[in-house]
RNA sequence: GGCGGCAUAGCCAAGUGGCUAAGGCAGAGGUCUGCAAAACCUUUAUUCCCCGGUUCGAGUCCGGGUGCCGCCUCCA
């Protein structure tokens, strides 16, 4: 099976080959967030995107280095930090480590390198520039410097734009000591009182684009197999970045680009500038992080994504049947002892041997239920892994998981063959389960916040059960009514009462 | 003005030339249950925005139209 991904460049999904000889090493850089404020639920799916993306290129045995950077010194920042009279470094310092709460709170995990651009200045952004204009693609003009966008051919390759058809329509004001209104700053000149750093055109700070090519070149190389952001990149930073570090290299700077859709609110794109933005923070207040993740992951991520209230409560009510079913199956199988799964497809194969295959021989032992559960749950994996190798195709992925529940759940009522031992299969269906959740960061174990002590629930239940056997309803009801206001929904099965906490 | 995307059931959402158009949520009926919950079973799009075309065959490709959205300024 091969992995096909969406490539910007191209237009097309494409077969993904990484270009390292040994074709297991895959390097990947991810724009990630400016920090100046609180990350909004946009944030979270494009982080959350290429963690899953980096979850699944692990998992088909790929060895990534992921990179993802920190914006935290741009125009936007300064503003902010002159807004709020504090220093920039402190509204920086603060917003980063908000951002790190906010994603471990998501449950998104980290990347291998997180670089901050004030970190790269002297290292690798200022040489960068410096080359540019040795090569003749840059000019400084009173302390700023700007990449002439005429001098590189094929400028507009990745937006599938033309610089002609660009100055027409083009909404900025234009700087007069440009040579091209699509010029764009790779250095600029700082103002009295702006955060500065010593270069060869005088104080100033780098531009919003060239960090990236900096910083993604540094630690993954001058070509690189994965780049990604949010589609609103694409034009102008992401084309911009493909003009300066090919102009500096003359090697083509990445293989597949890759962009994630928006989250909009009432079909209108999720940004500051509209107000109309919810931030992680107040959205974990209202539901789980995984409930989150699951609603980010059920369209598929190139598409755009409508947040609401509804749509959570959506993902909530599926995600819950999981995880009834992960207790259900975790309270059945801890207590009894389980036969290995090699035991049991032995006790299949040779009771019913291969020439008694016919189900209407009713000589021999039928195991035509069990059989027919291992090649669902085998199938359910295998269509789970086509999905996600169609450009990681969450949406798909995730009804097979559906699926999978459902197969579990019909097999566990369903009447078993009593020769082999039915808790070893739904074992088998479980962990499968676990395992590619896991690739979707779904099913974690997680302990539950109880409202009140575990002894205190079970005495409550140790007092309904007697009423109930004095067949005493009104004091059973009013039990279960009271753990209910507290958020413990009792189940009465077959093998006695089981309770779970409200989701 | 230039470039790009989207339109599939009540709602959400997969599907990119070919068996009966995934899956979820909601709804209806049923089994189980003291009642519930959970689960299971049955059911809910002769049809994929509209009009043409290509093809033995199109939701899927091509042309035209309508509607919505995004980028071209900071943006995930």
Known sequence: MSLKVYNTLTGKKEEFIPLNKDGKKVNMYVCGVTVYDDCHIGHARGALTFDIIRNYLKYKGYDVKYVRNITDIDDKIIERSNELNIPWYDLVGKYIVEYYKDMAALGIKKADMEPKATEHIKKDIVGLVSQLIDKGYAYEVDGDVYFEVRKFEGYGKLSGRRPDDMLSGARIAVDERKRDPLDFALWKSSKPGEPSWDSPWGKGRPGWHIECSAMSMSYLGESFDIHGGGKDLIFPHHENEIAQSEAATGKPFVKYWLHNGFVQVDKEKMSKSLGNFFTIKDILKKYPAEVVRFFLLSTHYRNPIDFSDARLEEARKNLEGFCILMNTLKRQLESVSITPLSEVEYTI?????????????????????????????????????????????????????????????????????????????????IDILKKLGKILGLFEEKKAVLPIPEEEINSLLDKRNKARENKDWVTADAVRKKLDTLGIILEDRAGGTIWRVKS
């Open 349 to 429: 194969k040779n009771l019913r041997g291969e020439k008694s295959d016919d189900e209407s021989d009713w000589h021999t032992p039928d195991f035509s239920n069990e059989k027919n559960f291992l090649k669902q749950i085998e199938g359910c994996r295998k269509n789970f892994e086509v999905a996600m190798d169609d450009d990681f195709n969450t949406a798909e992925a995730i009804g097979y998981l559906n699926k999978l529940r459902t197969q579990i759940n019909r097999f566990n009522v369903s009447k078993t063959n009593p020769l082999v031992d039915k808790n070893t299969l739904l074992k088998e269906a």
